[in-house]
């Protein structure tokens, strides 16, 4: 599966940005979906997984209640709405899949596929 990210920009302190992740070349319904972003000279972290239905889904403590992840399996089509965004939310955010996952995991080596990746900047 191919993976395309987009929405990232310059957003202000509090603000507010969703972010698309578009998947062709495979079956989306087979892969758990999730994004993941590396701070400036920081590795990668979690930030959200989804199921393969949409039915459930995770977050990383730091952007719980601020951020949903959702999908549309019908658009073939990943979405991270992040709303009061902070400076510490400054990173390129990657949208990731994986087909053999059972459960959703924060662990960036259990995705297989990653996009490009889109850079999100939040001002203070």
């Known amino acids: 599966v191919q993976l395309q990210a987009s929405g990232g920009g310059l957003v202000q302190f509090g603000g507010s940005r969703r972010l698309r992740c578009v998947a062709s070349?495979?079956?989306?319904?087979?892969?758990?979906m999730g994004w993941f972003r590396q701070p400036p000279g920081k590795e990668r972290e979690f930030v959200a997984a989804i199921t393969r239905s949409g039915g459930s889904d995770e977050y990383a403590d730091s952007v719980k209640g601020r951020f949903t992840i959702s999908r549309d399996n019908a658009k073939n089509t990943l979405y991270l709405q992040m709303i009061v965004l902070e400076p510490e939310d400054t990173a390129v955010y990657y949208c990731?899949?994986?087909?053999?996952?059972?459960?959703?995991?924060?662990?960036?080596?259990?995705?297989?596929?990653w996009g490009q990746g889109t850079q999100v900047t939040v001002s203070s």
């Open positions: 990731v899949a994986d087909r053999r996952l059972r459960v959703l995991s924060e662990d960036p080596r259990d995705y297989d596929y």
């Open positions: 070349g495979s079956n989306f319904r087979d892969y758990v």
